[in-house]
Structures are given as C-alpha cells and as structure tokens.
C-alpha cells in the first residue's frame, strides 16, 4: 500500500479519464429527425427520489401501454418510441431530461414533479411539444400559461370536490369543518390551494393545517393540534409512507379516526400504505381518477389484464401511466395520416369528445378551451385483509 | 388540567421521545469523535445499514426480534471495523476536510449500494410487539416505541460508565485527547479507533432497526443522521453528557416550535427551529454548551 | 532559441505573471478559441452541457476561495447560489433593474449575506463552523420556500431571459457565449486575486492562522473577504442560472448541490484556480457520461438498467472523491502539474 500511495499515481486514472472524454464525444446524443415511421415520446418519472414508489409503476404503466400498442402493429402503422430518464423529483434534473429529449425529437413529453411540470411545461409550449403529466393538479390545465399541457383524467380539483362532496353527502346540513395536512413541496402546496379553494366555495370552514413532510417519521406534534380542532375531515395530499405515520400518530394522541374522517388522494393509496399502516388506516378513504386493477370485469382492465398475463396485482399508479400512455394514442390515432407533429398532435386531443378507456378512466373530452380530460372520481376504502384499496364508488362526477 | 397545558405536556413528553431517538444517534457521532476526532457525516447511512441488515434477518432469514436484533449488533460491527480500516486508516494525518469528505463520500456509496441492493421501496418490518401498550399523560405508546426508548436511556447510561470506569473506555478517551501520549503508553491507537468505530456502528445499528420497525424503512432514513448534528452542534462535539442533554433538549424544543410556530410560519419549522437556535447559542458560547473549549498551539 | 531547462524570468513583472512563459500563453489562448467556436459548431445538448460548466467553474472558484485558500469548509455554498438566483429574479422582475446591472448587484447582495453567516467563523473554527454553514444552508433554504411574498416559494419564480440593452439570450447559442465571456473575466479576476497579497494571506490563514495572525495578518479583515469573495461568486453563479432555467424553485439549491461543489474542488485540487476549474468540468460530465453509458448501451443487457442509474451514480461519485483523496490528494490540478513537468523535461529523465 505504501508503494502505491508513493508511486506518481496520477498517472494511471489518465487512461480513464481520456476514456471518458472520448466516449462522451463519441456517444453525444445527436440530434435526431423523427421519422415518419417512429413517434418519439418523452418522460422523466422519479425512479429513486422521494416519490419513486409511484414513480416505478407509472413508469411501467406508461411502458406497459406503449409496449402493448407496438405488439399490436403501432399506431397507423407507426411504433412508439419511448424515450425515459429518471427525473429523481429533481427540477434541473427534468428540465435537463426535457431539453435533450426534445433534441431526439420527441412529440410528447410525460412530466412527474410538481415543480419540474410546471417549468417543462412553459417550455413545452414555446417548442410545440404536448406534454402531459403525472401530477395532475389544475395548474397544468391553464390554456394561457401552457397551451400545449393536458391532464389525461380528472385533475386533483374533482378528485378534492369528489371526496368532499361525499363528506357532505354523509352528513347532510352538517358545516363541516376540515383540516388540510400537506407536505411543504411543490405538490403539496398546490393541492392544498384547491382544498381551500373548495372548501370556501362550499362554505365549510377550515380550521387548520398541518405540514407533514415526505420525510417525516413522527406526526405527533401535528396531530395534537389537529385533535385539539375537533374537525369533522382531514385533507391529506400525501404518500404511502407519510399517511401511515399521519394515521398511526393521530391514533396515538387518541383522534378518534371514525369522527374524524382521512381523505387521501391517489398517491397514497396503496399497498405499502396497508402495510405500514395496518389497523391504523382501517378508516381512510381514498380518491383517484382511475380504476383498478381488481375490476377485471371492466374493459379497459381487461386489457391491461392482457398485457400483462404474468403479473398478480399491479398498482394504481400502474393505470395512471397506462391511462396517461392511453390517452396520447389516442390523439395519435386519430392524426390518421396526417404528419406526427406537437402542434397536430395537440389539435387531435382538442378534437376528442368522450373517449371511452373503457373504464380505465371516466370517458375523456378535450376541448380548445379544456384541457382536463376526465371530471369522474372513483372513491376507495382499504381492504385490510386483502392488501389493497377496494373502490367503493362508481365514477362520481362532483358539479 | 387546561387544554393549553396539556398540550404543551404532550408535546415535552413526544419531544423528550425524539430526544431518545437523538440521543443514541448522537452518541454514536460523539463516540466517533472522542476516539478518533473523525467528524463522522456517514451516521446516518451507517444507522440505515443496520436496519437493513435487521430487514434482512427478520425478513428472509425470519429470525425472530430479539436474535435479529443481537446478530444486527455483531454484523454492524464488523461492518464499522471495515470502514475504519479500509477508508479511514489511510487518511490517518490528512487534513480536516479531506476527513469529512471521505465521510460525505461514504454516505453517497452507502446510499447507492442499499439502493442498487433494495431500491427506494418503503418496507416494512414484520410486526413486533404490536399489542403491549401504554399511555402516558393521553398519548399511547407501542410496545416497539417503549423498547426503543429503554434501549436508548440504557445504552446511554451504560456508555457513560464505559468511559468513565471501563479500561477500553479510558484507553478511547486518552487516545482523543493525545495520540502521541497514547502511543507512548502502549496503547495500540489504530486498534482504538477500530473499537470505536465498531461500538458506534454498533449503536446506530441498534437504533436504526428500531427506527425501521417504527416508521418503515426506505433510503430516506439515514436523514436522521443530519438531525442529529444538532444536539452535537448544541452539547458540544466532544462531550457525551452534553450530547445527550442536547438531544433531549433539541427533541422538545423541535416539537414545541412544530406545535406553537407552524401556524404562524406555515411549514416544517423543526429542522429550522433547531439549527437557529444553535447558531444563537454558538455566538455565546462557541464550543457548545459543554464541549472543550480547543486550545491550539503552535 | 527555445525553451531552457528551469526558469528564466528576468524581472519581477514576468516572475508574477499568469502566464509563465509565451508557448503556454499561446496554447491557452488557441483553447480559447476553440471553446469559443464549439459554440458555433456544437448541437444544443452540449452548449447546455458547456453552460452548465460555465456555472459551475464560477461557483467553485467562489468556493474554492473560502474552502480551498482560506481552509473554511462551508456546506452552505449551493444556499448562496440560490441567494444569486432570487436576487437576479426578484431585481429584474420587481424592480425592472436590467440584467447587465443586476447581475454585479446580485452578486453584491449575496456577497454581503454570505459576510453575515460568515461572521460566526471569527470565533469558531474547523468542525464549528462547518456545521455552522449546514445552518446557513438550512435556514436560507427554509426562507427561500416561505418568504412567498418575496420568493414566490415553491411554485418557482419565473425569470426573464437575459438582456443587454435590447439584445435578448434566448437561445442557448447566445447564452453560452454570455457565460463564456462572464466566466472568463472570473477565471482570470480570481487568478489575480490568488496571486495577490490577498490570495497569500489566505493560504497563510489556512495553515497557520495563529501564525499568521502573529506577523501582521488581520484575522477577521481576511476571512470575512474571503467570504465575501466566495459568496459574491457563488451569486454571481447563482444569478447567470437563474435566466437559463427560467423558473427557480427552493429545490434545486439543497444540500446536495453545497456537497456537489465541495466535491468539485476537492476532486480538482484544493488551494488553486485550475484546480477549482478541472473538478467543476470532471463533476459536470461525470453524471451525463454515466447516463450515455446506462442509458443507451447497457440497454440491451440490462433492462432496467435505468433504474439504477442514480444509485450507481451515488456510489461511483463516492468512489471517485474516496480514491481522489486517498490516491491522490491534491486533486486533479496536481495531476496535470505531474504532465507538465514530465513534459518540460522530455526526453531527458530528468
């Protein structure tokens, strides 16, 4: 070890280093024409940051539709090229991914973060890309500030006023008060503004909020508070892990979780969530504009059912990607011959009118004026025993 | 009793439990410290380590806690050896920053390999005393939470007397004070800082299962190892009992601030409301509120 | 007549010169030029991959000037970026000062911030006050996402393009040779500064402050310019990112990027300029060269090699600062030093 550490040692990591600056120059990506027989898609869904248990099945959802629509012969003859990188929940990191993508000659673009989403799609719009995205908050949906952007399903808006309203309709006459319990993030902090949006358009009152982060291992201190509120409702914006700890610190302080009933929305429900949080989250009710896997009897699962023979179960953000997959393909079909550009593309979606995913989502429309495809909410309750969360609504479409 | 007053003994009583958490944390950095004046940023990552290693043993090997829990301590321990001699052994005499960079370094390899080996799936440990409850002043409290806690105020007390009466524990506090003065005495230095490596990993070890069972265990954990500089920060890096005075103190004043201030600031006040008032205390008293005030000389 | 064996400066002008002798200033001139016409030639990815350097040069020689001459290690230097970042943001969009004032004033502002944490590093030393800077960094951070009135929070602050008296960067072409030019003033500024009394004292506070102290040098005068130099570049940094990602957010100036920059300068060579500039290039290219690598030829054996990227990404960027400083401590500048004198020599042996 001495001799090594005497020796000019430098000298051996030259080799690397020239090694990899000639890879580098050899392998840059060029800038690539989409040719008419492939269509490029781009994403940057979170792999191995905070969100990546979502981030994963998304990913794969989205694949898994691509994949399965190449099998079958492509679009109008045309294969789908996905190109992916892992965003990380990292904004430069996206907006990194975005503009080389857009050097390879991609027509859509599928965005994750809250955050990365709203600046790729600013840019989106001065390119003519589409883009549409995992978050699904109303933001995303504004014709002025991003034309080119698409929700594939109901935004967070309806599924917030879906749950809601069902708050009201199980206790009629009732002025419910809500606490609103969010991570200090972009994501978070663009639910709660549609919480509260909402909720001071129902006239219910809002007697508190709460931060509880993506990283938090102890809610206690928050939920003191709450349980010291005698609220009726609890908005939760949150991850598996996150209303795991939310639920089993507000047991902890002795919140009663049947008075006070926990709303989550879809990217905390799941089976991580059931398992981490056991008998603690026996009380949640979920939203989400999606179905599930487990209703195989409707069309659209079927199909995924289809594509994927080898796999037990799959998760609900499995079917976010599919859907989001699903929705592009569309638009593409229905380019017919025309050439595959964003600013075609972005007509084709305008032009579809109750789209039926046979069941997958709520039937889609678009519009020039309306970006948000869906307005149906399917409400879920944990099935403790089975794992997983079990829809316990039909589509509910909140006015 | 008020509701106000009882909120606020609510939030003491929570905070004094993180504090535990805290404490054993940030022993294992003062041990480090002590032994070898290696300021160890990769605590964190090594509290990681070991719950996984006890995900491991209770999940494929379906050991049951207690086993898990001992055979977790040993592996740590050969794990903590490894690091020392293999990363921390050359930079023997380097400057500080070097030092710091290899155990910032060492975090990122940490967290790259558990990633590669388990990827950033949350898991979720196989339940352990589930039913056993108590309550104290309206807050209940798990079987699993009454463990941790003991084996924190346990090991604690038992390190204290380790450094004060054992002989290893001395030969570690003379090895920090004066290598050279050590070496003259006898006392093999390089074993010393092996030994400490080892108890420290040992103990975050410990407290990462635990912390892993509590709240399910992702790459995300080894963030408690940067809240744990706090209390260092504010006891003072060189002193055991001050470390674990902070860690208690840093606890409650973390869940005070998150209950009292959160609404008017509207965020995640704990992480801040720590570090500011460490800077405060820092511009009083530099070195902590017991460290050893350093003395250089020429 | 060529070049002699040794030195052989006449005068103390040439001895202090940054240039040692004409062939070198001719070679770095020639790459000069040829980075400047990359510009032209180079497809989009790279300009942005040459901007990203061009920042990131900039803010490790800020770094580089507290951490590196000064022996202050400061965890918060990705927080002061973020400083730059909303100061240019804030300046151009509420105040409508145009860029080419607001730049120097951004970087002011930081620079005087960067002096308030600094402050602290008059009493505390070493391991003090590097936790003292992962304060800063946490605090600023903390107000960056809840000052909302100020920051916008984390929505993101959209930015303007850049513009010098009408004539807009909105291109990536242009915008590289803004940053080329910008960052070439800097290298050559900080070189001065280096070499100056200034630079000098700083290396003597790194080494021996009480010694320094002794002959003359004033403690606090130093330190707190060294971080105000180093803040004012890490703004400087800060505020030429800000119009190229064209909407802020609190995120992307978190620990990690403080840790990214600490590598850099560790990997390229503490205590110098050349040093600061080859870790900023090395750390820039690294994560893209492994992306090229997983992504697209390990496709095929791997499939979901994509989804170890970042992991594998995390260790190789340990093992690379591990094995710079245990093989090689001062970093890549002192490889290049080896080069050079290997070739001042050649052929002979010695």
């Known amino acids: ?399 | 009793m008020n509701d106000s007053l009882r909120l606020l003994l609510d939030l003491i009583i929570n905070g004094l439990v993180v504090g535990s958490v805290y404490s054993l944390i940030s022993l294992s950095m003062v041990l480090i410290y002590k032994g070898s004046k290696v300021l160890n940023l990769a605590q964190g990552e090594l509290l990681m380590a070991g719950a996984y290693v006890g995900l491991v043993l209770m999940t494929v090997l379906h050991l049951p806690f207690v086993l898990a829990l001992c055979l977790t301590t040993a592996v740590m321990a050969v794990i903590g050896l490894f690091v020392e001699r293999t990363f921390l052994r050359p930079m023997i005499g380097e400057s500080i920053i070097s030092v710091i960079m290899i155990t910032l370094a060492l975090s990122y390899v940490f967290r790259g390999v558990a990633g590669l080996i388990w990827g950033s799936e949350t898991y979720v440990f196989p339940r352990v005393l589930e039913d056993t409850n108590v309550t104290v002043g309206g807050i209940f409290f798990s079987g699993i939470y009454i463990v941790t806690i003991g084996l924190a105020l346990g090991l604690v007390v038992l390190f204290f007397f380790f450094f004060k009466y054992s002989i290893y524990g001395i030969a570690l506090r003379a090895t920090a004070s004066d290598q050279q003065a050590t070496l003259s005495v006898g006392i093999s230095v390089k074993r010393m800082f092996g030994l400490c490596w080892a108890i420290s990993a040992m103990l975050s070890g410990v407290i990462g299962m635990l912390l892993g069972i509590v709240s399910g265990l992702n790459l995300t954990i080894g963030f408690y190892g940067l809240l744990a500089l706090a209390p260092i920060l504010l006891g003072g890096i060189d002193s055991i009992g001050g470390a674990i005075l902070a860690s208690f103190l840093v606890g409650v004043i973390e869940n005070l601030a998150q209950g009292y201030l959160a609404s008017t600031v509207g965020g995640s006040v704990k992480e801040v409301t720590a570090f500011s008032i460490i800077v405060i205390v820092m511009i009083f008293r530099p070195y902590g509120l017991f460290g050893t005030e350093e003395i250089e000389r020429l | 007549m060529g070049e002699f064996c040794g030195d052989t400066i006449e005068s103390y002008i040439r001895d202090e010169s940054v240039f040692k002798t004409k062939t070198i200033t001719i070679c770095v001139t020639i790459l000069g030029c040829c980075v400047a016409l990359m510009g032209l030639g180079v497809n989009q990815y790279m300009l942005h991959l040459l901007v990203s350097i061009g920042i990131a040069i900039i803010g490790a020689i800020g770094l580089s000037f507290i951490t590196g001459f000064t022996g202050m290690i400061s965890l918060g230097h990705g927080a002061f970026i973020g400083v730059g970042a909303y100061s240019m943001a804030i300046l151009t969009d509420r105040l409508g000062i145009p860029f080419i004032i607001a730049l120097p004033l951004s970087a002011l502002i930081t620079a005087g911030i960067g002096m308030f944490f600094g402050l602290p590093s008059m009493r505390i030393k070493g391991l003090y006050l590097l936790m003292a800077t992962i304060a800063a960094q946490v605090i600023i951070t903390f107000l960056m996402i809840h000052c909302q009135s100020l920051t916008m929070g984390l929505n993101g602050y959209p930015v303007k393009p850049a513009s010098i008296f009408g004539f807009e960067f909105d291109t990536e072409r242009k915008y590289f040779y803004l940053i080329y030019a910008v960052t070439l003033i800097c290298i050559l500024a900080a070189k001065n500064v280096a070499r100056s009394r200034h630079g000098r004292a700083f290396v003597a506070i790194r080494d021996q402050d009480i010694a320094a102290d002794v002959i003359g040098v004033n403690l606090f005068k130093y330190k707190t310019l060294a971080f105000a130099i180093g803040s004012f570049y890490a703004g400087l940094a800060g505020a030429l990112w800000a119009p190229y990602l064209s909407l802020i957010t609190p995120e992307a100036f978190s620990l990690d990027l403080s840790i990214g920059y600490l590598a850099m300068i560790v990997v390229g060579g503490l205590g110098s300029i050349m040093g600061a500039i080859y870790g900023a290039i090395f750390m820039t290219l690294l994560p893209e060269f492994l992306k090229i690598l997983m992504e697209e030829h390990l496709r095929g054996f791997i499939p979901d090699a994509i989804r170890s990227v970042p992991h594998i990404k995390n260790i190789l960027f340990g093992l690379i600062i591990i094995t710079f400083l245990i093989f090689e401590p001062h970093g890549l500048a002192e490889i290049h030093r080896r080069i050079k004198k290997y070739f001042k020599l050649w052929p002979f042996p010695y």
Not at chain 1, 132 to 142: C, E, P, R, T, Y
Not at chain 1, 267 to 292: R, T, W, Y
């Open chain 1, 1 to 399: 070890m001495e001799r090594l550490l005497n020796r000019p040692s430098g000298i051996w990591l030259w080799p690397i280093f020239l090694s990899m600056a000639a890879a580098l120059v050899f392998t840059l990506p060029g800038s690539a024409v989409a040719s008419d027989k492939v269509i490029k898609i781009g994403s940057c869904p979170d792999l191995s940051g905070p969100t990546s248990e979502v981030g994963k099945p998304f990913s794969s959802g989205v694949r898994g539709y691509f994949d399965y629509i190449n099998s079958k012969g492509g679009i109008n003859g045309r294969k789908i090229e996905y190109l992916e990188t892992d965003g990380s929940y990292n904004i430069p990191q996206e907006t990194a991914a975005f503009k080389r993508f857009v050097m390879d000659g991609i027509v859509a673009f599928i965005g994750w973060s809250g955050g990365g989403h709203l600046q790729i799609a600013q840019m989106a719009s001065a390119k003519k890309i589409v883009v549409l995205g995992a978050s699904i908050s109303d933001v995303f949906a504004n014709i002025q500030t991003s034309p080119y952007s698409f929700i594939h399903c109901a935004s967070y808006d309806q599924v917030w006023r879906a749950m809601i309203d069902h708050a009201m309709n199980k206790n009629p006459g009732k002025k419910l008060k809500a606490v609103i319990i969010y991570p200090d993030n972009g994501y978070g902090h663009q639910n709660a503004d549609t919480c509260r949006k909402y909720l001071k358009e129902k006239g219910l009152e809002l007697v508190g909020e709460e931060i509880v982060g993506f990283k938090d291992i102890d809610a206690t201190a928050q939920m003191l508070k709450i349980q010291r509120l005698n609220a009726d409702i609890a908005l939760c914006p949150q991850v598996e892990p996150s209303i795991a700890v939310i639920m089993r610190d507000a047991k902890k302080v002795g919140i009663d979780t049947k008075k006070l009933q926990f709303y989550v929305n879809l990217q905390g429900m799941g089976p991580v969530g059931i398992k981490l949080g056991g008998k603690n989250v026996e009380d949640l009710i979920g939203g989400s504009p999606f179905s599930a896997w487990e209703e195989k009897d409707l069309p659209g699962i079927k199909m995924i059912h289809q594509a994927n023979p080898d796999k037990k179960a799959l998760l609900p953000w499995y079917v976010h990607g599919w859907a989001a997959a699903l929705v592009i393909s569309e638009g593409l079909r229905r380019l017919g011959d025309k050439e595959v550009t964003g600013e075609n593309l972005k007509k084709s979606l305008e032009s579809i009118k109750d789209f039926d995913t046979g069941g997958v989502t709520s039937p889609i429309s678009f519009s020039p004026e309306n970006h948000i495809g869906g307005r149906g909410v399917k409400l879920y309750r944990p099935n403790l025993q089975a794992g997983y969360f079990e829809a316990m609504t039909d589509f509910i479409y909140p006015k």
